[in-house]
């Protein structure tokens, strides 16, 4: 009994020690090396909504396991001498989305934002094959990331909002975004009534001007023009001004997907509309003004000129982002 009792006893102590063994071991440092890194993110994240990472942070904190937080990361160059305009206006946005989850309410630690500036870690865009910037990607806390995890900058734009749609379909964290006051507008406004009531006031003996069908008719030709443009568009989606091609260096400022546009593009569109309207307008004149015949002919031979000129243009460009579209008028 004395021996069996013996062989009971080594036999526990030798399945306590398999027990507690390497495996055990094994796990306790990855949870010690997860909660450092948790630990240090946390630390830098009260600091600075937006963690910089080189090389080496970028390989421990994103790509090493373990890890149970998302990583969301804007790859950039935004050095001066980069002269990427995009980069520092994206940069804005990004900031203003880090920040309004670093002082939300729900923040955690299931999330962080993080930025690779080229000059501080070329060798991880050389590492993630990356040629352009920005960038934004999102690496989830287990699995490599998929096509979704990068985001389609060109089609969505870099608007906070927008970003944050983008980060609550791939981590499930909804971010609502608080911008800082902006008194430009207000400022703005209360200059142009300023102006206005300053003018009222001054020529409050005579106010006939009030009733200028003309100058109400150019103020509302000119707000239809900026909305049909796409102003509109740019104020909600904030998309870049132009597109470089970091291979070529052409600068493309048509959009060349019905998706999307650039801010360059809504000009053009806006210079051509006004160029067809101009026509529009001395076709009118040539037909009920009272001069000659022969400067009523002039007018409505440049009206024609007009129209012909810039719808064509537009219609070009309309090709240029349907593809496929089958007509054109004058020039493809």
């Not at 094994?26 to 890194?37: D, I, P, R, T």
């Not at 990427?84 to 946005?93: L, Y």
């Amino acid at each position: 009994m004395a021996t069996t009792r013996t062989v009971l006893a080594l036999g526990l102590v030798a399945l306590w020690l398999a027990g507690s063994g390497p495996g055990v071991g094994g796990q306790k440092k990855k949870e010690m090396v997860l909660s450092e890194k948790v630990s240090q993110l946390m630390e830098w994240t009260s600091k600075r909504s937006v963690v910089r990472l080189n090389g080496d942070k970028f390989r421990r904190l994103v790509k090493a396991p373990p890890r149970n937080y998302s990583m969301v990361v804007m790859f950039t160059a935004l050095q001066p001498h980069r002269q990427c305009v995009v980069c520092t206006q994206a940069d804005e946005e990004y900031q203003i989305l880090a920040n309004s989850w670093r002082y939300s309410s729900a923040f955690t630690n299931k999330i962080f934002f993080a930025m690779v500036d080229f000059d501080e870690g070329s060798d991880v865009f050389q590492m993630l094959n990356m040629n352009s910037a920005p960038t934004f990607m999102n690496f989830p806390p287990k699995g490599k990331p998929k096509k979704g995890d990068t985001y389609e900058l060109q089609v969505r734009g870099f608007a906070a909002e927008q970003l944050a749609r983008w980060v609550a379909d791939r981590t499930d964290v909804s971010i609502r975004v608080i911008r800082p006051p902006n008194y430009a507008g207000p400022l703005m406004l209360g200059l142009l009534l300023a102006v206005i009531g300053g003018l009222v006031y001054l020529r409050r003996s005579n106010l006939d001007f009030l009733y200028n069908k003309t100058g109400w008719a150019f103020a509302a030709l000119c707000f239809v023009l900026a909305m049909t443009s796409g102003q509109m568009w740019n104020h909600i989606r904030g998309p870049p001004y132009a597109h470089k091609n970091p291979h070529t260096g052409q600068v493309n400022y048509i959009h060349g997907s019905s998706q999307a546009q650039f801010v360059a593009e809504t000009h053009i569109v806006l210079f051509f509309n006004a160029g067809v309207t101009l026509g529009i307008v001395l076709l009118h004149e040539a037909a009920t003004s009272d001069l000659e015949v022969g400067k009523r002919k002039l007018i409505c031979m440049a009206g024609i000129g007009l129209v012909v000129l810039f719808f064509s243009w537009l219609l070009s460009v309309f090709r240029s982002k349907y593809h496929g579209y089958p007509y054109s008028f004058l020039m493809s």
